[in-house]
C-alpha cells in the first residue's frame, strides 16, 4: 500500500474509534505512527502534541505534523483527511438523526456506555503522554506538581504552564 494510502486509512481508523476526544486514542495513535510505521520518534510525537494543543483549531492537528514527516505535504493532506472527515461524517450522520431517536431504549443505553468508555480512553492517553513525555525524575516532580495543582487544588492549567516553565528553567536546564 502507497504511503499516502497508509496514512489515511490509519488515521481513518483513529478517527472512527476517537471517543471522548483525541487524547483517548493516543496511546494507539503512537503504537501506529513510532512502532508500527517509524513515521516519527516518540520526542516528536510528543512535540507534535503539545504543539497541537498551544495552536488555535482542532486538538488533533497533530496528525498534520506527522503525515508531512511521512510523506511530505500530500502526506500532512492525507493524515488530516483521514483524521477528520470519518469522524465528521459519522457525526453529522448520527446528528441528524439522534433527535428522532428520542427516548429510545438504545439512545440511553448508548448514553450510559460511552462515558466509561471515554474516560478509560482519556485515562490511556494520559499514560501514554505521560510514559513517553516524562523522563527522569525532575520532570516526573513537576509533571506531579502540574497534576496536583490543576486536578486537587483547582488552579488553572495556565498557571501549571507557566509555573512548570519556570521551574522547568531553573532546575532540569
Known amino acids: 500500500m502507497s504511503e499516502l494510502l497508509e496514512l489515511l486509512s490509519v488515521f481513518a481508523r483513529l478517527s472512527l474509534v476517537a471517543f471522548g476526544g483525541g487524547i483517548g486514542i493516543l496511546p494507539e495513535m503512537e503504537r501506529e505512527v513510532v512502532g508500527t510505521h517509524g513515521w516519527v520518534t516518540h520526542r516528536e510525537f510528543v512535540d507534535a502534541f503539545a504543539l497541537s494543543q498551544v495552536t488555535p483549531g482542532p486538538g488533533m492537528l497533530m496528525v498534520a505534523m506527522i503525515g508531512y514527516k511521512a510523506a511530505g505535504l500530500p502526506?500532512?493532506?492525507?493524515?488530516?483527511?483521514?483524521?477528520?472527515?470519518?469522524?465528521?461524517?459519522?457525526?453529522?450522520?448520527?446528528?441528524?438523526?439522534?433527535?428522532?431517536?428520542?427516548?429510545?431504549?438504545?439512545?440511553?443505553?448508548?448514553?450510559?456506555?460511552?462515558?466509561?468508555?471515554?474516560?478509560?480512553?482519556?485515562?490511556?492517553?494520559?499514560?501514554?503522554?505521560?510514559?513517553?513525555?516524562?523522563e527522569g525524575v525532575g520532570p516526573a516532580i513537576v509533571a506531579a506538581g502540574a497534576f496536583l495543582m490543576v486536578a486537587w487544588w483547582n488552579r488553572s492549567p495556565a498557571l501549571a504552564v507557566v509555573l512548570g516553565a519556570a521551574a522547568g528553567l531553573v532546575f532540569l536546564r
Open 75 to 134: 502526506g500532512a493532506a492525507a493524515a488530516s483527511v483521514g483524521m477528520f472527515v470519518p469522524a465528521a461524517t459519522v457525526t453529522w450522520f448520527v446528528a441528524d438523526r439522534w433527535s428522532r431517536l428520542g427516548d429510545h431504549p438504545v439512545v440511553e443505553v448508548v448514553r450510559r456506555t460511552l462515558g466509561p468508555v471515554a474516560l478509560g480512553l482519556l485515562g490511556a492517553g494520559v499514560y501514554t503522554l505521560f510514559r513517553i513525555g516524562v
